[in-house]
Structure formats: C-alpha cells, structure tokens
C-alpha cells in the first residue's frame, strides 16, 4: 500500500518539543516534495511545512518559522517534523502527503496518512 505512516505525537507541556515521524510505505519518498500539515477540531487543514526533492529547500508557515524544523533521512524513507517551543495554538492532528513540487497549499498533494494527535496542555 502506498501511504505515509505518521507516528511521534502525543501530550506536552507549553513550550516543550516533539519530533514528528513520516515514513513512507510502497514508495521512495526522496523522489517527491513532502509536506507537513496539520488540522485542528473547528479548523480547515494548514500547510505546517514541506521539503523540496530536489536539492532539501525548506519552507514553513510564518506561524511556526523559527520554532519548528523539517528534515528528511532519505536512507530511512523518512521525513520528520522537530517541533519546538510549542504553544497552546500547536495542537491539532499533523499529516504528511507527498507532493511533484514543495507548497505550503495541499491540493498537489497524495499518500496522505492517517496522522498523529498533538496536545499542548500543562
């Protein structure tokens, strides 16, 4: 089956970290841009992050730039999310999908996976 497979969220306090894990099942991921987003209850889907293919680009919602980092271990087939300095705004539900080019936008984007549960509370 061809999919990514989140794993790595769970509860944390205000301004702790999480490493979020995307790995990639029936494909090679390093062929294809990979992006991070997120969904909280209420709230359309938002572009978090993505990486490029082609030579590691990265790019981040002004939202979380300077707190959270996208990384991608091609020899594991897979891309991760370090999150940082978390705040109360953080928590929702984080996806990763693979796109044919780097966009914050999720329309371009497939193999979306079932997605992993973050909380931020004390």
């Known amino acids: 089956q061809v999919q990514f497979v989140e794993s790595g969220g769970t509860l944390v306090q205000p301004g702790g970290s999480l490493r979020l894990s995307c790995a990639a099942s029936?494909?090679?991921?390093?062929?294809?841009?990979v992006g991070w987003f997120r969904q909280a209850p209420g709230k359309e889907r938002e572009g978090v992050s993505c990486i490029s293919a082609s030579d590691g680009s990265t790019y981040y919602a002004d939202s979380v730039k300077g707190r959270f980092t996208i990384s991608r271990d091609n020899a594991k087939n897979t891309v991760y999310l370090q999150m940082n300095s978390l705040k109360p705004e953080d928590p929702a539900v984080y996806y990763c999908?693979?796109?044919?080019?780097?966009?914050?936008?999720?329309?371009?984007?497939?193999?979306w996976g079932q997605g992993t549960q973050v909380t931020v509370s004390s």
């Open positions: 029936g494909f090679r991921s390093e062929d294809y841009a």
């Open positions: 999908a693979a796109s044919l080019y780097p966009t914050l936008g999720e329309k371009p984007y497939d193999y």
